[in-house]
């Protein structure tokens, strides 16, 4: 397997913000580094400390073991929403992101996000791995805290072995390797590479499909006689924890962990059918086997608080305010989140209630869900409730809400005034803006909407698709332009069959220039599956440097149509900003 080395190497020049200095005389009180470790699509039962004979986890085990272990705590669902809060410390339809595609999965650049209240505080800040709350600049990771960041906007990566990834401008860093590995090494560096405190997130893909795996991991499960499906996730779920115990010896070896705070989650419950505790529900749903997840904080320096288990419900909302009070720093304000360091020495929080909102296009607040220590309520839809009562049936096999009606009137009630404050009426996708980042602006497939009789390659237009039959109807992306710009214009396309294409840059349906396309085949490109997958496959698409466009000051929607028969594929059209400043 070729080395990944050589390519990365151009993350790690830039230089890293520092911490201000003490005033002469202070005290000098180091801050604790902090590691959040987030793995997608995880479920309850995927450790084999739960239980789980068909899995090996002896690295995340021992950290639940050794850390202080959440029994009940909760996130959204599906991953864009619970990114967003754990990152923001609110209920996920305050931050836009609602939804994983689409750029409803977007997080309103306004909100100071963790990751900005930490670099404030003087620490070094890195993503590696998943952001999925924003492609483009200003909600791009770049733009939203991060001093490094190195891996991939979109809901997933579409091969586990090779692909492009990008950095903190949002430049290309092509791999060959394994993914899990690279996202652990790279993390890895830039934690050792200074004294000065850090904050790293690995937000790895593992175990969200395509099912990919390095053999030594799917031949060791393949003999536990799972399905195939179940194999590859138990074997991506290995690779992790294989990596994390590396990963954690390394920061022992280097004297790093002794002063570091290790954040472990999930972020939402299992993508299929598997063991989970007895809980009712899998990714997607906002019964407890969709939105209970493990967690873990684990204290540097044997913390005496560590290895307690606390039972109290807690939420992704609550991480921001705890590990800025766990780091001595002042708490934010309007937060939905509560620091849940009370809990960690064994004490007890007021008495609220936690909750989980569907995913969707748009917020309606159903489906949905709300619990504190002991009763759960759930909104399928306005009209459809049901209560449980999770201390004698936490797998929600009876419903008590016609035989506790006094109950569910005022969890109703709570649920309905509580949807309704966290809505945002005003919200919409938000514009690209084209001005806000470095010279180079993507505008993705699934970042569009298509019109006519234009069409995603999948009917939902999920992370990595691309627009097929393109059109005269087009497609077209909302931008905001806040002067007048000249852009050069370059197009990811395939066209395979018939003639050559002309193809119009349009705003606002009016054509502003056209250029001519030739044919272009966008094979499709071999893949590493262990079973068939759900997402749409990579492609070895086209390229070609159109011209030149001058677009106006505004928002409105920036487009693509064609005359191409319907044989055209487009996968990305690019716009180089063309000023002194721009790369």
């Not at 963790?114 to 924003?134: S, V």
């Not at 069409?455 to 237009?461: C, E, I, K, T, Y």
Request: hydrophobic share 35%.
């Amino acid at each position: 397997m070729q080395s990944y080395w050589p390519v990365l190497l151009l993350l790690f020049h830039f230089g890293c913000a520092g911490g201000g200095a003490a005033p002469s005389g202070s005290p000098v009180v180091p801050r604790p580094n902090i590691l959040f470790l987030l793995t997608d699509d995880q479920g309850i039962g995927d450790l084999s400390l739960q239980g789980n004979d068909s899995i090996r986890t002896p690295n995340l085990d021992r950290l639940m073991q050794q850390g202080i272990r959440f029994d009940r705590f909760y996130v959204s669902p599906v991953c864009a929403p619970t990114r967003a809060s754990f990152l923001s410390g609110l209920y996920a339809p305050r931050t836009g992101a609602i939804y994983v595609t689409r750029r409803h999965e977007t997080m309103t650049d306004s909100i100071v996000t963790l990751p900005e209240h930490l670099r404030a505080a003087g620490y070094r800040t890195g993503l590696y791995g998943k952001w999925h709350n924003g492609a483009t600049f200003p909600y791009h990771p770049g733009g939203q805290g991060f001093d490094q960041f190195l891996g991939f906007t979109l809901g997933h990566f579409n091969d586990y072995f090779s692909g492009v990834l990008h950095d903190e401008e949002d430049r290309p860093v092509p791999f060959t390797g394994d993914l899990t590995e690279i996202l652990t090494d790279s993390a890895r560096q830039f934690m050792l590479e200074s004294p000065e405190p850090f904050f790293c997130m690995i937000a790895y893909q593992a175990p969200h499909t395509p099912v990919q795996v390095a053999d030594r991991y799917w031949d060791v499960v393949q003999e536990r006689g799972l399905t195939e499906f179940n194999t590859g996730v138990y074997a991506m779920t290995e690779s992790v924890d294989d990596h994390v115990g590396r990963l954690l010896d390394t920061l022992r070896q280097a004297g790093k962990l002794d002063n570091t705070i290790v954040v472990y989650a999930s972020d939402n419950g299992p993508n299929g059918d598997r063991f989970r505790l007895g809980l009712r529900g899998t990714k997607g749903w906002v019964d407890e086997g969709g939105v209970r997840v493990p967690f873990v904080i684990s204290l540097p320096g044997g913390d005496v608080r560590n290895g307690r288990t606390v039972t109290e419900p807690a939420a992704h909302i609550d991480l921001l305010p705890t590990l800025l009070d766990l780091a001595g720093l002042p708490p934010a304000a309007g937060l939905d989140g509560v620091s849940l360091v009370p809990l960690l020495s064994g004490h007890s929080l007021p008495h609220r209630f936690v909750y989980a909102f569907g995913q969707g296009m748009t917020y309606t607040g159903y489906p949905g869900s709300m619990r504190d220590h002991r009763y759960l309520y759930v909104a399928r839809d306005s009209s459809a409730e049901e209560l449980y009562d999770l201390d004698s049936d936490p797998g929600q096999q009876r419903d008590i809400s016609a035989t506790d009606k006094e109950r569910l009137v005022a969890l109703r009630d709570n649920y309905r005034a509580f949807a309704r404050e966290v809505a945002r009426p005003d919200r919409v996708a938000p514009p690209i803006q084209l001005e806000a980042g470095p010279g180079t602006i993507r505008l993705l497939a699934h970042e569009g909407e298509p019109l006519g009789g234009t069409q995603f390659s999948d009917p939902n237009g999920w992370a990595n698709d691309y627009f097929v039959e393109v059109g005269a109807g087009g497609a077209y992306w909302p931008v905001r332009v806040a002067e007048p710009q000249r852009y050069a214009v370059t197009l990811r396309y395939g066209l395979a069959a018939g003639a050559p294409a002309s193809v119009r840059i349009v705003v606002d349906g009016r054509a502003l220039v056209e250029y001519e396309v030739p044919l272009a085949e966008a094979a499709t490109l071999p893949v590493h599956d262990r079973v068939a997958r759900k997402e749409v496959y990579p492609h070895d698409w086209a390229e070609i440097e159109l011209g030149t466009v001058e677009l106006p000051a505004g928002t409105y929607r920036l487009g693509l149509s064609a005359d191409s028969g319907g044989g055209l594929w487009v996968k990305e059209v690019r716009l180089r900003r063309l000023d002194a400043n721009a790369e």
